[in-house]
Protein backbone atom coordinates (compact mmCIF):
# COMPACT_ATOMS: atom_id res chain seq x y z
CA UNK A 1 0.00 0.00 0.00
CA UNK A 2 2.73 2.45 0.86
CA UNK A 3 4.77 1.98 -2.49
CA UNK A 4 1.42 2.18 -4.61
CA UNK A 5 0.94 5.77 -2.30
CA UNK A 6 4.39 7.09 -3.23
CA UNK A 7 3.19 6.40 -6.91
CA UNK A 8 0.12 8.70 -6.37
CA UNK A 9 -2.09 5.80 -6.63
CA UNK A 10 -4.77 5.35 -3.23
CA UNK A 11 -5.19 1.68 -3.88
CA UNK A 12 -8.56 1.96 -1.91
CA UNK A 13 -10.25 4.27 -4.32
CA UNK A 14 -8.77 3.07 -7.74
CA UNK A 15 -9.51 -0.70 -8.37
CA UNK A 16 -7.44 -2.42 -6.16
CA UNK A 17 -8.36 -5.20 -3.80
CA UNK A 18 -7.02 -5.59 -0.32
CA UNK A 19 -5.33 -9.18 -0.50
CA UNK A 20 -3.88 -8.78 3.11
CA UNK A 21 -3.23 -5.36 5.63
CA UNK A 22 -0.79 -4.01 3.46
CA UNK A 23 -1.10 -6.17 0.29
CA UNK A 24 -3.24 -5.34 -2.67
CA UNK A 25 -3.36 -6.71 -6.43
CA UNK A 26 -5.45 -4.97 -8.96
CA UNK A 27 -9.29 -5.50 -9.55
CA UNK A 28 -8.47 -6.59 -13.04
CA UNK A 29 -6.23 -9.11 -11.82
CA UNK A 30 -7.79 -10.57 -8.86
CA UNK A 31 -11.01 -10.90 -10.49
CA UNK A 32 -9.47 -13.03 -13.52
CA UNK A 33 -7.33 -15.83 -10.81
CA UNK A 34 -9.08 -18.87 -9.57
CA UNK A 35 -9.96 -19.65 -5.69
CA UNK A 36 -6.70 -21.35 -5.74
CA UNK A 37 -4.47 -18.87 -6.91
CA UNK A 38 -6.08 -16.26 -4.41
CA UNK A 39 -5.44 -18.32 -1.56
CA UNK A 40 -1.75 -18.67 -3.24
CA UNK A 41 -1.68 -15.06 -3.27
CA UNK A 42 -2.97 -14.63 0.21
CA UNK A 43 -0.07 -17.42 1.35
CA UNK A 44 2.81 -15.08 -0.58
CA UNK A 45 1.29 -11.73 1.24
CA UNK A 46 1.44 -13.67 4.68
CA UNK A 47 5.58 -14.82 3.68
CA UNK A 48 6.04 -11.19 3.25
CA UNK A 49 4.41 -9.98 6.21
CA UNK A 50 6.57 -12.36 8.68
CA UNK A 51 9.39 -10.64 10.20
CA UNK A 52 11.79 -13.24 11.53
CA UNK A 53 15.08 -14.47 10.53
CA UNK A 54 13.67 -18.39 10.60
CA UNK A 55 11.87 -19.09 6.96
CA UNK A 56 8.35 -20.03 7.56
CA UNK A 57 6.84 -23.33 6.62
CA UNK A 58 3.68 -23.35 5.00
CA UNK A 59 1.62 -26.82 5.93
CA UNK A 60 -2.22 -28.34 4.95
CA UNK A 61 -4.05 -26.36 2.34
CA UNK A 62 -1.46 -23.03 2.21
CA UNK A 63 1.29 -25.28 1.10
CA UNK A 64 -1.24 -27.25 -1.88
CA UNK A 65 -1.91 -23.91 -3.13
CA UNK A 66 1.66 -23.40 -3.42
CA UNK A 67 2.14 -26.26 -4.94
CA UNK A 68 -1.09 -25.80 -6.90
CA UNK A 69 -2.86 -28.93 -5.61
CA UNK A 70 -6.28 -29.60 -5.77
CA UNK A 71 -8.85 -29.05 -3.22
CA UNK A 72 -12.32 -30.34 -2.75
CA UNK A 73 -13.78 -28.46 -0.48
CA UNK A 74 -13.60 -24.06 -0.90
CA UNK A 75 -10.11 -22.66 0.45
CA UNK A 76 -9.52 -21.07 3.53
CA UNK A 77 -9.31 -17.61 4.68
CA UNK A 78 -6.58 -18.44 6.75
CA UNK A 79 -2.94 -19.12 5.88
CA UNK A 80 -1.45 -22.50 7.78
CA UNK A 81 1.62 -22.41 8.83
CA UNK A 82 3.48 -24.39 10.65
CA UNK A 83 6.19 -23.43 13.41
CA UNK A 84 8.33 -24.63 16.33
CA UNK A 85 6.02 -23.13 19.03
CA UNK A 86 9.87 -22.70 21.26
CA UNK A 87 10.85 -19.91 18.58
CA UNK A 88 10.29 -16.93 19.93
CA UNK A 89 11.48 -14.59 17.11
CA UNK A 90 8.50 -15.96 14.99
CA UNK A 91 5.82 -12.97 14.36
CA UNK A 92 3.17 -12.08 11.66
CA UNK A 93 2.08 -8.32 10.95
CA UNK A 94 -0.68 -7.16 13.52
CA UNK A 95 -3.36 -4.98 13.06
CA UNK A 96 -6.21 -4.07 10.97
CA UNK A 97 -8.46 -6.73 9.16
CA UNK A 98 -7.65 -9.72 6.71
CA UNK A 99 -6.60 -13.13 6.77
CA UNK A 100 -4.55 -14.65 9.52
CA UNK A 101 -2.29 -16.51 10.25
CA UNK A 102 -2.48 -19.97 12.03
CA UNK A 103 0.47 -21.44 13.57
CA UNK A 104 1.18 -24.48 15.56
CA UNK A 105 3.83 -27.30 16.38
CA UNK A 106 1.66 -30.00 14.33
CA UNK A 107 -0.66 -28.72 11.34
CA UNK A 108 -4.03 -29.34 12.20
CA UNK A 109 -4.96 -29.91 8.47
CA UNK A 110 -1.52 -32.46 7.50
Not at 18 to 42: E, K, M, N, Y
Not at 92 to 99: E, F, I, L, T, V
Request: charged share 20%.
Amino acid sequence: GSDLRRMGIEPARAGWVGVRRGFWIRQVDFDSLTPLQRHAALVHAAHRAITSAVEPVFCGPSAAALLTLPRIGPWPNAVRLLADPSQTDMRRQRGGSGPASRRSGACPTC
